[in-house]
């Protein structure tokens, strides 16, 4: 047996060896695209930092102290306005639950008309998609500054709000719930000669309703931290209160308004807790 050394190579032989093997020498047009690509990124992130101007944090340092010793420092406690604080607290949660509650009423029908098992027409099924990309993609807060120009100021225009997000976003879970379902159930229902609406009362609500409270409930939880940005719009709520407090200067107070509107997540949070133990269970020990 003869070793092969480089000296005996010729240019023959590697032109035989790309020939027979190329992708052991690499393709040189995929290397320069990944070289051009992470070039591409790198450059993105430095420009993205640039847009960033983190300078700044250092330049308002000194202002954001004062603003922070300010929101700590509670003075006059005794002058502050609580009854209009808590009234808005409780607006608030009460746009949130209404909002979620009609928002959780329409995306069901709307969740069985967007479900490939549930309706078969294809047209229908795709032109409720698309109306429900339209109430997802479009932000909340877009949606209240609609409704305040179309209904005026206040609460209304957040319920409104709430109420269309909602229902886009917990239509599609919905939806995608439905098509996940155990055929099976919904064979044996059919089997006993059941109509349409018994088939989706027996054959379909037992197995999503579970799903369906925790999404309820989850959204409740989210759209309470909602209507307080959308109060800052003149949707009503505690938001014109904390918008409010900031224009006139008293921070204090809107520390005081976030700290209760955190208090009130976290027993909102507590309670829907409580309330997935009882209609899913508790998992694991």
Do not use: C
């Not at 450059?43 to 929101?71: D, Q």
């Not at 932000?139 to 609609?146: E, P």
């Amino acid at each position: 047996m003869t070793a092969l050394t480089f000296a005996a190579i010729t240019e023959a032989d590697v032109a035989e060896a790309r020939r027979t093997h190329p992708a052991a020498f690499g393709n040189p047009l995929v290397r320069a695209l990944k070289i051009a690509s992470w070039a591409v990124v790198i450059g993105y992130v430095a420009y993205s930092f640039h847009l960033f101007e983190a300078w700044k944090l250092l330049e308002s340092s000194e202002r954001a102290i004062r603003l922070v010793t300010r929101m700590v420092a509670w003075e006059g406690m005794a002058g502050w306005s609580y009854r209009q604080i808590y009234t808005g607290i409780a607006q608030t949660i009460a746009m949130a639950f209404l909002g979620t509650l009609l928002g959780t009423i329409f995306a069901l029908g709307l969740g069985f008309l967007a479900a490939r098992n549930t309706m078969p027409v294809g047209v229908l099924r795709h032109a409720v998609r698309r109306l429900l990309d339209i109430f997802r993609g479009v932000d909340s807060v877009v949606w209240a500054l609609v409704f305040v120009r179309a209904v005026g100021l206040g609460p209304l225009a957040g319920v409104l709000a709430i109420w269309v997000s909602d229902m886009g976003n917990l239509a599609k879970l919905y939806s995608e719930a439905i098509e996940n379902i155990d055929r099976k159930q919904v064979e044996g229902v059919r089997a006993t000669g059941a109509d349409a609406p018994r088939i989706i009362r027996y054959g379909y609500l037992p197995q999503i309703l579970p799903v369906f409270i925790s999404l309820s409930l989850y959204s409740f939880e989210s759209s309470v931290r909602s209507a307080t940005i959308l109060g800052l719009v003149g949707a009503g709520g505690i938001g014109m209160i904390i918008i409010e407090r900031f224009r006139a200067g008293l921070f204090d107070q809107v520390a005081f308004v976030v700290l209760n509107v955190l208090i009130v997540i976290a027993i909102i949070d507590w309670g829907s807790g409580l309330i997935r133990k009882r209609f899913i269970g508790e998992r694991g020990h």
